[in-house]
């Protein structure tokens, strides 16, 4: 059975950084992309990094220069560096990845920023 847990969310001053992680366990064939989303109250969730199998990354426009989409195949972490957070940036936080046939969610992580 696969599952994705998420940590490393937390309060934050604005300025600040964490890092969020996201465990993988079970196996999973035809990976396309693995990703971060996030989805701020009232608002529809949205994508923030994604690295594709070939390793390449996108960014929102919003996180570019601030954040940074990683993972560890050994460890089977996928891992989003978030520096400079402003309040803005405050979210609950989906790890996400995406396959042939279907995705797969975390259950999320809370990522506050204080003015």
């Known amino acids: 059975q696969v599952q994705l847990v998420e940590s490393g969310g937390g309060l934050v001053q604005a300025g600040g950084s964490l890092r969020l992680s996201c465990a993988v366990s079970g196996s999973i064939a035809g990976i396309d992309a693995m990703g971060w989303y996030r989805q701020a109250p009232g608002k529809q969730r949205e994508s923030v990094a994604v690295?594709?199998?070939?390793?390449?990354?996108n960014y929102a426009d919003s996180v570019k220069g601030r954040f940074t989409i990683s993972r560890d195949n050994a460890k089977n972490t996928l891992y989003l560096q978030m520096n400079s957070l402003k309040p803005g940036d405050t979210a609950v936080y989906y790890c996400?990845?995406?396959?042939?046939?279907?995705?797969?969610w975390g259950q999320g992580t809370q990522v506050t920023v204080s003015s």
């Open positions: 690295i594709t199998d070939g390793a390449s990354t």
């Open positions: 996400k990845i995406g396959t042939y046939w279907r995705d797969y």
